[in-house]
C-alpha cells in the first residue's frame, strides 16, 4: 500500500476545524497573501516585551494547536484573522508558531502547505540561527519556501520565495556539517549559547516530526534529544541522522512515514496537545 502524507488537510496541531467559521471568512486564495495575514497576528516575545501587558501574556508561546492560537487571538479581538491586529492584540509567539499558523490557514484553505524546521542564514551574518519557515505547493509537484514572519521584515527581498542557502532545514544542515562544508558552533539559538551539532540534531528530527504533519514546539525534547543536546550520544546515533536528513531531502511519504515511527524519532503523544 502507498503512504501517503496529505498536506493540504489540517494535522494534530494545524487543524481549525473547531474554530468557527466567523473568523475564517474571506481568507485569500493566494498562498502568500495568506501568510502575509499571520505578521500581524502573531508578536515575538522580545516586541511583545515592550508593552505593558500583563504577565500572563506571555505563556502564549508555549501554545501547540492552531486552533488554540486562533481562540487566543479571538479572545484578544473577535473580528476575522483577514483584519490586522494592534500589537497588544496579537497572540504571543516564536517563529514556530508564525509557521504553523501560516501552515494551519494555508491547510484550511485546501492548499498544500509544511512547516520545516532549521536554521535561517539571513538574520546574522555568518550564522544559521534556529528557526521555522513554510513550504506551498500550488501544482503539486514542487515546493515554495517562504518565511512568513519576514513577509513583516526588511531583511530579505523575497521572504515570499526563499533562494537556496537562505534557510537550512536541520537536515540540510546536519547533512553540510557531517560533509565538512558547515561550523556547527555557528549554528543554534540567537542569545544563548545553544550552538553546535547537537542544535543540528535536535532540528533535524523536529523537521521530520514537521513533515509528518507533527509541527512540536522548538523547545520541546523526546528521544534522545536530551542526551544529544549534553553531548551523550555517539556514532549510532549520529548515523541516525545521517538516515533523517537524507529521508527528509528524498520526500518521499512512505520513507518518511515509516522513518517517523522508528524509536526516538517518533513525537510522544503528550507533546500533540
Known amino acids: ?76 479581538d473577535p473580528s476575522p484573522l483577514t483584519v490586522p491586529r494592534p500589537p497588544e492584540r496579537r497572540v504571543i509567539g516564536t517563529c514556530r508558531h508564525f509557521a504553523v499558523l501560516a501552515c494551519a490557514l494555508l491547510r484550511h484553505r485546501g492548499i498544500a502547505a509544511r512547516a ?47 533562494v537556496p542557502g537562505q534557510f537550512l532545514t536541520g537536515g540540510e544542515a546536519w ?4 560533509a565538512g562544508r558547515l561550523d556547527p558552533a555557528r549554528f543554534g539559538v540567537w542569545g544563548t549559547e545553544n550552538f553546535g551539532p547537537g542544535e543540528i540534531r535536535g532540528n533535524a528530527i523536529r523537521d521530520l516530526a514537521a513533515l509528518n504533519r507533527v509541527e512540536t514546539l522548538p523547545w520541546d525534547e523526546w528521544g534522545r534529544m536530551e542526551a544529544s543536546y549534553q553531548g551523550h550520544t555517539g556514532a549510532d546515533y ?16 512512505a520513507g518518511t512515514a515509516a522513518l517517523y515511527r522508528t524509536a526516538d524519532l517518533e513525537v510522544p503523544t503528550a507533546l500533540i496537545a
Do not use: K
Request: net charge negative; proline share 8%.
Open 1 to 76: 500500500m502507498t503512504t501517503t502524507i496529505d498536506y493540504a488537510a489540517g494535522g494534530p496541531l494545524t487543524d481549525l476545524s473547531s474554530v468557527g467559521r466567523g473568523a475564517l471568512a474571506d481568507l485569500p486564495e493566494d498562498p502568500i497573501a495568506i501568510s502575509r495575514l499571520v505578521h500581524r497576528l502573531v508578536i515575538q516575545p522580545h516586541d511583545a516585551g515592550r508593552l505593558e501587558l500583563p504577565p500572563g501574556r506571555f505563556d502564549e508561546n508555549q501554545i501547540r494547536p492552531a486552533a488554540r492560537l486562533v481562540r487566543t487571538l479571538l479572545d484578544l
Open 116 to 162: 520545516r524546521c532549521g536554521f535561517a542564514t539571513y538574520f546574522q551574518p555568518g550564522l544559521g540561527l534556529d528557526h521555522w519557515v513554510i513550504e506551498f505547493s500550488t501544482d503539486g509537484r514542487s515546493w515554495v519556501r517562504a518565511d512568513p514572519e519576514a513577509m513583516g521584515l526588511t531583511v530579505l527581498p523575497t521572504p515570499e520565495a526563499l
Open 175 to 178: 547533512a553540510e556539517f557531517r
Open 238 to 253: 549520529d548515523a541516525l541522522l545521517d538516515t533523517v536528513a537524507a529521508t527528509c531531502a528524498a520526500d518521499e511519504p
